[in-house]
């Protein structure tokens, strides 16, 4: 049988759990943008509030948290009339697919997923149901829209890998070749940037120290003081970027500028080779605040009118549903359900 032809999709998603740092930038957002200027793709972009709330979130900010990654996302280049641009709440396919899925995932696939080890650390007794089942809402997401393409950071494959296998046993289990095998997007330098303060830690929104993290709404002077105090070992750069296997702290920040100055690390090398970090970290500050300034005013222009991003998203969730309802419905009709 020959696998039926899906519709080129990029889907991919953010958590309104906190401000965007400068890894979901170099490591989703940016990356999203290109995929959305390639043309070759439609795309579907979502905030994931349904995900956020597998942890405790403060209703009173929630709303305002998923505005302001919605600003994030159009001031970074997403264009919300080419691409598809919602949150997750207001499509109830999301929330109905990822039931059905949790009734396909096996419990012992999820119980290996190291995201939900890491996140229900030693009290998983006190860990919400959620965020167990957490991987099969985001195998529901994606599969919600037959997308074919996941652009993510490295943190997200274990998610995508299981997302396969959740599509292939659908597939296999029905007998049909319903849901597309999601190919992930995992490139570049940046897929992984790495905290300032411990360069074994990834950066994140989540992390108690401000000062591991580079925020999108961080100014030129914040940006400056955080680089400067970034955590390095003493050593000047190297001649080759091989040289940096074991310099966790230094390669990052080599990553950081070669994705932020659209340059090969091999091409950072050449430039940068020998400089101490007196000297590369002042630089490193000034090319970062030139792409992040631009994106932090205009993050700030669109949120003095929260109302037009409300219209934004509400505008989006219709287009989304009228992707996602026909899909839902027609895997309840291979799952034996009954439908009007
Ligand atoms: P989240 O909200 O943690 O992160 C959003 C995106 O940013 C990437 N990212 C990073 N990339 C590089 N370096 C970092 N330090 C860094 N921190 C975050 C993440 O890899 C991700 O691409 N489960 C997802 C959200 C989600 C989703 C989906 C993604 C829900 N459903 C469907 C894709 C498709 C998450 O928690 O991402």
């Known amino acids: 049988m020959t696998a039926p032809a899906f519709t080129p999709r990029v889907f991919s998603g953010i958590q309104p759990s906190g401000g965007l740092t400068l890894g979901n930038y170099l490591g989703a957002l940016k990356r999203f943008v290109d995929m959305q200027n390639d043309g070759s793709f439609e795309c579907v972009f979502c905030l994931v509030d349904l995900h956020a709330i597998t942890v405790w979130q403060d209703p009173k900010t929630l709303a305002q948290q998923t505005r302001e990654a919605a600003a994030g996302f159009m001031a970074s280049g997403i264009d919300p009339k ?4 919602f949150n997750q709440a207001q499509v ?26 890491d996140k229900a650390g ?27 393409h996941v652009p993510v950071g490295d943190d997200q494959k274990q998610h995508l890998e299981l997302t396969r296998d959740i599509a292939a046993k659908f597939n296999h289990d029905f007998g049909v070749d ?40 961080d100014d030129a002077d914040m940006i400056l003081k955080k680089f400067k105090k970034a955590r390095t070992d003493p ?38 080779a020998g400089q101490g970090w007196g000297q590369f970290k002042p630089h490193l500050a000034e090319v970062a605040a030139e792409k992040i300034g631009p994106i932090s005013d205009e993050m700030a222009r669109l949120m003095s009118d929260p109302a037009e991003i409300d219209r934004i998203l509400g505008d989006g969730s219709d287009r989304a549903r009228e992707i996602a309802d026909p899909i839902v419905a027609k895997t309840r009709d291979i799952m034996g359900m009954i439908s009007s």
């Open 122 to 148: 030693k009290n998983t007794e006190n860990a919400s149901l959620g965020l167990f089942a957490y991987p099969a809402l985001m195998a529901a997401d994606i599969l919600a829209y037959h997308a074919t």
């Open 92 to 117: 109830s396919a999301h929330a109905e697919l990822g039931w059905l899925f949790n009734c396909v995932a096996r419990m012992g696939w999820m119980g290996r997923m190291t995201q939900w080890k």
């Open 178 to 217: 319903f849901f597309p095998i999601t190919e992930p997007v995992i490139d570049g330098p940046a897929t992984r940037v790495m905290s300032l303060r411990d360069g074994t830690k990834k950066m994140s929104k989540s992390d108690p120290s401000d000062m591991s993290r580079i925020n999108l709404t």
């Open 235 to 272: 050593e000047p750069l190297p001649e080759t970027y091989g040289d940096l296997k074991d310099r966790p702290e230094a390669r990052n920040l080599v990553d950081i500028y070669a994705a932020l100055s659209g340059q090969s690390t091999d091409d950072v090398m050449g430039e940068v």
């Open 82 to 85: 080419s691409s598809i641009l």
